[in-house]
């Protein structure tokens, strides 16, 4: 990240603290960015220096060639990509390595990949499913040790150069496919046509929602049922209609749950996904999917993120059936649920023959027609998540800007054409949101439901120093355990939140979905919301008539 002097001050003598009662020949590691303070970071009495030339290459090197490199020292050479799952362009390599060799010499040069290979599945080997095409293309865990050993081979004998080649042309096939062909930026409305005052105010003579709406975040349980029926219809034990009916009656059965409970918007529950990212992968071109692709998430946790090979587009809606059969059930508002452009983008394995930026457009072109079916075929409230918005942050300053504008920009492309009618939500979590408001202001969307309660509503401060000024639901409570919150926790909660936000942008609903909730405590606690909700609506109403 960046570093200030003082801290680079601290860093110095840390280190040289470490190396100075030892005989250990210590290497000091950076990854994801090139570093800050290069010259005084090789005055560092370690052994070696290992630096990211993918993600860090150009800092990193211009570093290196203005200042050198200590002749004494090793340098970790991260040149193979520890992060993507695409095999490298070795020519390209093999000339940094060249390029190097001006101030280093080969044999204190250490080959490397550019950070630990723990974000990337382990091999390639058990892939029986992907395109040949596409296989060709990818490079695991295990085909990246390959090629550095091809790398290493070659730099020590430069007669062997023509292997590179012969890499190189493996993954060419797939460049020259038609999945790649090029493809222009779409260009799509990215400003609704009427500011947020004058939508807000035509879509609450349309829907007349009591203050302070209540609704939830999109999952209901996913159940051993649920999954289980999953799990029988993919390997063929149950017929499609078979699945369907089940899926329907869950829908139906939550449907009842839900106007019992006398929620105001409702969900159908995403019985029908398996993966908020996975689910709309299956659906559109451009995806792939390995069979074992596993990858450490977060502790314990494992994820099989989807390849986006090609160009992204859609050919058939993905989410009209199971919204239109539950609005079908009930009078209320049932919510259109998608996951946004840039979640599905920065939670996927993205291709790297163009910008990041690019394919986030793509999938925004998408979505924008999904949500536009979904408008036409009469569901108007459209909920488009967006929980990975700050994970693509860059770790340097001087990137967020262009980050966050093309990332808004994606999210306005899929959400912007439609009825000033057409009322957008978005959602958030899992993230420290100060640092990003301005751009969660720029989305423009409105409504929008953020987690709260788990990060025991720090942001509500957020809102003392800036304005905001369309629908937003802090989350009243945390979905991350069974225990069911008293009435008092979640009436506080909103009376804070009601302490930096007007009543009348204020949306009640818990801090995320509730798919990994059991049946019996998402019922209890969604009572009590709804009590939280009307105890405090009833309060402000007799407020307004004194
Ligand atoms: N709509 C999704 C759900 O309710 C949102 C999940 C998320 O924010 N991670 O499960
Ligand atoms: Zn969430």
Sequence with gaps: MDMTNEEMEVFSRLYEEISSNTSVHIILQTYFESVSHYEKLVGIPVKGIGLDFVYGLEDNIEAIEQYGFPKDKILGVGIIDGRNIWRSNLRESHQLISRLSKHIPLQNQLLQPSSSLLHVPVSLAQETH?????????AFGDEKLEELRLLRDVANDPSQTSLLTHHQETFEKLNQSNWRDKKETPSLPTKRTQTFSERYRVQNQKWDLPLLPTTTIGSFPQTKEVRRARFSWRKGEISNDTYETNIKSMIEKWIRIQEKLDIDVLVHGEFERNDMVEFFGEKLNGFAFSNNGWVQSYGSRCVKPPIIFGNVSLDHPMTL????????????????????PVTILNWSFVRNDIPHQEVA????????????????AGITMIQVDEPALREGLPLKKEKHETYLHWAVEAFRMSTSDVAVTTQIHTHMCYSDFNQIIEAIKALDADVISIETSRSHAEIISAFESTVYDKGIGLGVYDIHSPRVPAVEEMTSVIERALSVLPAELFWVNPDCGLKTRGEHETVAALEIMVKAAKTVRNQLTKELIR
């Design 321 to 340: 059936k199971e919204t239109l059969y539950a609005q079908s059930l009930t009078d209320r508002p049932v919510k259109g649920m998608l996951t946004g």
């Design 130 to 138: 992907l395109d040949p095409i596409v296989k060709d293309a990818l």
């Design 361 to 376: 457009y793509q999938i925004a072109e998408a979505l924008l027609k999904e949500v536009q079916s979904l408008e036409h």
